[in-house]
């Protein structure tokens, strides 16, 4: 009989401790953090402090435990400092039972993005959507308000398409860290782009109503940002002959505004007419039949002969006849 209690016993103590399987250890008991961690980004993530599990990893892995350092410089994290976030944060059981080292030192792994590259990415997209030769434009990019970390090689710098609008003065273009197509992070680059143009300008000071003559201009690279063609001239032609509304400093680039419209040849005006044949200069009179405007032709009577024939108007007292 006793015997057979025994037995009885056995098998009951066996049948408890099947029906009562050791439990997990907590999840504490399996994290093991680091005393020297690195930060990809600009952040400190949990994964970055320890080796986490892979349904922790999964959960709460990419947690923002602190801001990262700035490149090159590192980051002292106390045990006590840490188990303050984590009790932030609702996970302060990770750290009760686990080996918390007294410190943990965390450096960036990053790189900063360089003033150069922010500089290429802008002149690129201004070269390839204003439609304006290299040579004439001056790109100048300010400089960022924050710094900006590229974590790994992986991750790549974008001009993001903008809104459609003028590409000089003062531009603003957005971009962006990407990641296999995925934007990591947008920030907004602010610059100017100016635009150069070789124009007409004054050699010399001129006063109002003074006839512009070969002497007196010349075509220097001025900065033409947010004018229209129509508002400087490029050639000297386009002004030789014209007379100034008003006078002119030296250096000035020349506009529509400087000269008169009037003409410099009245209709009923006596006129010197230059007859040009093949260098062969022969001078003679005539009267203007209408009124004549510097490079423009216009009709001229030959008083002897009655007859009239067209002259290009050199200035206001000549025009001229090639022969």
């Known amino acids: 009989?006793?015997?057979?209690?025994?037995?009885?016993?056995?098998i009951l103590l066996l049948g408890a401790k099947t029906a009562n399987p050791a439990t997990e250890p907590p999840a504490a008991?399996?994290?093991?953090?680091r005393t020297e961690a690195a930060a990809a980004g600009e952040y400190i993530s949990l994964q970055d402090l320890a080796e986490l599990p892979p349904e922790l990893a999964q959960s709460c892995g990419q947690v923002r435990v602190?801001?990262?350092p700035p490149p090159g410089q590192v980051y002292t994290l106390t045990r006590e400092f840490l188990g303050y976030r984590l009790h932030q944060l609702g996970l302060a059981g990770l750290v009760e039972g686990s080996a918390v080292p007294a410190a943990i030192h965390v450096r960036q792994s990053g790189e900063l993005i360089t003033k150069e590259q922010i500089a290429a990415a802008f002149r690129g997209y201004i070269l390839k959507h204003g439609h304006w030769p290299k040579e004439q434009l001056r790109v100048e990019v300010m400089p960022l308000e924050e710094p900006v970390i590229v974590p790994d090689k992986e991750v790549i710098l974008e001009v993001l398409p903008g809104k459609s609008g003028p590409l000089t003065g003062d531009v603003t273009l957005e971009m962006a860290l990407t990641r296999n197509g995925q934007i990591y992070k947008r920030f907004q680059v602010a610059g100017r782009v100016a635009l150069e143009q070789a124009v007409v300008c004054a050699v010399k000071p001129l006063a109002a109503s003074a006839v512009l003559g070969p002497d007196d201009v010349r075509v220097q690279?001025?900065?033409?940002t947010g004018l229209r063609s129509g508002d400087y001239f490029v050639s000297p032609d386009q002004v030789l002959g014209r007379v100034l509304s008003r006078s002119v400093g030296p250096q000035e680039m020349l506009t529509p505004r400087h000269l008169s419209q009037q003409p410099v040849i009245n209709r009923g005006d006596e006129v010197t007419v230059v007859l040009d044949d093949h260098g062969l200069a022969v001078?003679?009179?005539?009267?203007?039949r209408e009124p004549g405007y510097?490079?423009?032709?216009?009709r001229i009577l030959n008083p002897k002969s009655k007859r009239e024939f067209q002259a290009k108007v050199v200035d206001a007292k000549t025009v001229q006849v090639t022969l």
Not at 283 to 288: L, P
């Open 1 to 10: 009989m006793l015997r057979i209690l025994g037995l009885i016993l056995l």
């Open 29 to 33: 008991e399996r994290v093991k953090f």
């Open 66 to 68: 602190w801001t990262a």
């Open 221 to 224: 690279p001025r900065e033409i």
């Open 283 to 288: 001078t003679t009179k005539g009267v203007a």
């Open 294 to 298: 510097a490079g423009r032709f216009i």
